[in-house]
């Protein structure tokens, strides 16, 4: 009885939804096939398939794109991608938290604000007075 206690407790159970009739639908629409025909590349997870990873999980609704990899962490990326995927997302960087704005790019932004209301007097000034 221990062996299957020890498999019960290292269990884990997700639901799945909706996510696998979405994920056949993009396999019947060839998502994968048309994203990979004009993005070709040699990554080990193809454009292709991050892109269906991004449909299925906005469709989810329970989290932002930026955490794609926590996403599918939890999921059978066999049942939904096609192919088991040990780590999807960690090759795009991009899809990160965004992170706290610093003080130099504060008072950048501060100075193109500031420009942009000079630039936009100067032009009100200008026409009034046509």
């Known amino acids: 009885m221990s062996d299957i206690d020890s498999v019960l407790a ?11 009739i979405m994920a056949a639908f993009c396999r019947r629409i060839g998502l994968v096939r048309a994203v990979n025909g004009v993005a070709p590349t040699e990554m080990a997870v193809d454009v292709g398939t991050v892109m269906e990873a991004m449909v299925l999980d906005t469709l989810s609704g329970r989290s932002p794109l930026y955490r794609l990899a926590e996403f599918f962490e939890h999921q059978d990326t066999t049942v939904l991608l096609g192919r088991h995927i040990a780590r999807l997302g960690t090759g795009f960087l991009w899809l990160q938290q965004p992170r706290r704005p610093t003080r130099n790019h504060r008072l950048r932004l501060q100075r193109q604000r500031s420009t942009r209301h000079r630039n936009f007097v100067a032009y009100v000034q200008r026409h009034d007075r046509l």
């Open 10 to 20: 290292a269990m884990q159970i997700t639901r799945a939804d909706h996510l696998p």
